[in-house]
């Protein structure tokens, strides 16, 4: 029994072959409407930013399709998105919408439940400690381990550590990997994935060692923009907006975007 949904979010075509559906013959492709599902067995990372796909229900005599991966979402659990959603919102809402700060007392006690709960860390446990080790990638995950992400999430003090976890899985066109990431101008960002940045000079999408890097998480989307969420922002939880293109990509400068994660929980 299929236990994943991919939803159209445009009007867009699932396609027999992984390429410009212009290319394609009638036979080749059928149409989903903006909101259309397909209940589907998996789902694997293939060429030129499509998803591979496998039906639970055969079209035309085949199960292997194709779909543009900015053009449809893939989920399991339709809440879990939401519930992470409204946990980063609630935090954001705790720190005063930014203005109450990692060292005044009441919130510094709440990063150190980040530590300890998604973490498992009771040595950042003063206000000290707090102020003094970045505790954005523990925010990251404890809001992934409040809303149920479990072991799917590869949790640590170090964004750079689930980053690339996330883009092995893609290299490795891992079957129904739950986190994939992609680069900045590859795919266009949606609510509950993560935009990442480096914090050092030389890092690409391919590095494959531990490096200084910064993720927020996607809680809204409008025409042109997005809204993010993130840890240790100005020593607090802070939201801002980002622009996106035409085609929906991020074009925002105020940091060097390089990395979308695609959340497919």
């Not at 212009?22 to 998996?42: E, H, M, N, R, V």
């Not at 640590?156 to 101008?185: C, E, G, L, M």
Request: aromatic share 10%.
């Amino acid at each position: 029994m299929a236990d994943k949904t991919l939803k159209a979010l445009v009007n867009t075509v699932i396609k027999a072959l992984p390429q410009d559906s212009s290319t394609l013959t009638d036979s080749q492709k059928f149409p989903l409407a903006k909101g259309d599902t397909l209940a589907i067995k998996q789902y694997r990372s293939a060429p030129n930013n499509h998803w591979e796909i496998q039906l639970e229900t055969p079209r035309d005599g085949m199960t292997t399709w194709f779909a543009f991966i900015s053009h449809v979402e893939i989920f399991v659990d339709q809440n879990f998105k939401q519930n992470l959603v409204n946990i980063a919102t609630q935090e954001w809402e705790f720190f005063k919408k930014g203005k109450r700060k990692e060292r005044e007392d009441g919130f510094w006690q709440r990063i150190v439940t980040y530590w300890k709960e998604a973490l498992n860390r009771n040595d950042i446990d003063t206000r000290f400690d707090v102020g003094n080790v970045p505790w954005s990638a523990a925010f990251i995950s404890w809001i992934m381990t409040k809303a149920g992400a479990a072991d799917k999430f590869k949790r640590d003090a170090s964004h750079s550590v689930y980053i690339r976890d996330s883009v092995k899985k893609r290299k490795d066109q891992v079957i129904n990997a739950p986190f994939v990431a992609f680069k900045i101008d590859e795919v266009t960002p949606e609510i509950g994935d993560l935009v990442c940045a480096p914090r050092q000079s030389g890092v690409t999408y391919d590095t494959n060692k531990n490096y200084i890097s910064h993720c927020d998480l996607v809680v809204a989307k409008r025409t042109n923009e997005i809204d993010i969420i993130g840890g240790n922002v100005s020593d607090s939880v802070t939201q801002k907006t980002l622009k996106l293109d035409t085609n929906g990509k991020v074009k925002d400068t105020t940091r060097p975007w390089f990395v979308v994660i695609k959340n497919l929980l």
